[in-house]
DNA sequence: TTAACTTCTTACCATAGGTCAATTTTTATT
DNA sequence: AATAAAAATTGACCTATGGTAAGAAGTTAA
């Protein structure tokens, strides 16, 4: 918790009201590897902030598959969007792929840190704003680079985490296939 | 800018003193088809609501290829957000596919409201979120559907925006060539 | 209306990535 | 450490989509 409130006041000036706020709000929880916090189909109202260990949220679609939407490390926030804006059902599944500690929200009260505490909005509109941001990247990504590049680009980005994750999870992220990961991974050793 | 003082009554209350102070922000401009709003590579510090027509932003990569990521039509925004959040030139080229109409607005004088009036803040959350939330979908297709598919989704989703579309804006919006998505339409009337 | 230009279609071939199945390697469990 | 289970690799083959180029069809402007 000490970490998100420096991380905040990072930023703007927060409240000793607000920080207990925040405080009253969030728990601290910790996951196993495996554990499953949001499950596709199931409610949801939870968004995590990820204070350690690592995660991810993904879809299984009509066929089976799984497609990787997100990874989170710490100081990543993590949930299903989708799901909580429009009030529906879950459609991801988030899954901790090794034990983590997370803070645990309740999405409607942090909307209420808002309304209590203006102070934060800033805050809270530079995290949209910057989420849109690399979602933005992410698609123009997709459309002009090959699988290769788009893996050489996730190293990048996520430098330490293949060992948390499986080959098919990165795979998933990428959209290509793990066998089609694997091959590429046998390229770039011989180059 | 009567219909986006509606849009945002419909969601908030909205008081004069704001009402006014969006007004005094914000230039009402017609656009000629081909026109350019936003050139990749030069400074950028607007975003438009567009209230009539059709736009689009794309980057070119490095082999010349265009790279749809957005249509805007009637009541959407459209900007190179990337580049206003990392305060860096454009990355992006926002052109008018048809004659069209829109409101200018200065990107920091927008972020102004919020501080000269807080009740305006419920509207562009609500509208981040959305724009969160339409990406994730966006990302998910393209991750698990078929070309075909998408351009499916794509009919579904812009109606009638083929009549002011190139095939080739809509084939760099869902990822592939033109000549791909010509393919794909032949494939459609046989059924 | 014609000419000039742009866009779309089509045919043929190429290729990135997918599928399936067998095998090897890694990880988890006892 | 031994075993079982899960994941990764590999090979053979397949398919969706890309590349190229030429001609057809639209569009624009004089």
Redesign the interface.
């Known amino acids: 918790m000490k970490e998100l409130i420096k991380k905040i006041k990072n930023r703007i000036q927060l409240s000793l009201e607000a920080e207990e706020y925040l405080f009253s709000i969030s728990k601290e929880k910790t996951f196993a590897k495996g554990a499953v916090l949001i499950r596709q189909g199931q409610d949801v109202n939870k968004i995590y902030f990820v204070t350690d260990g690592c995660l991810r949220s993904y879809?299984i679609?009509k066929n089976g598959?799984e497609?990787?939407?997100q990874f989170a490390i710490k100081n990543w926030w993590i949930s299903d969007?989708?799901a909580i804006?429009?009030n529906e059902s879950a459609?991801l599944t988030v899954e901790c792929l090794k034990e983590s500690k997370v803070l645990e929200f309740n999405a409607k009260k942090i909307d209420g840190i808002?309304t209590l505490f203006?102070e934060y909005?800033?805050f809270?509109?530079h995290l949209?704003?910057?989420?849109?941001?690399s979602?933005?990247?992410?698609?123009?990504n997709?459309?002009?680079l090959t699988a290769s590049e788009r893996y050489d680009l996730f190293l990048e980005q996520y430098p330490d985490i293949e060992q948390y994750t499986r080959n098919y999870h990165i795979a998933?992220y990428l959209?290509i296939t793990q066998e089609s990961l694997s091959r590429i991974r046998v390229e770039k050793t011989k180059n």
């Open positions: 879809c679609d598959k497609h990787t939407l969007y989708i804006h429009n459609s808002l203006p909005e800033p809270q509109r949209l704003e910057r989420h849109v941001v979602l933005h990247k992410r698609i123009l997709q459309l002009q998933s959209g």
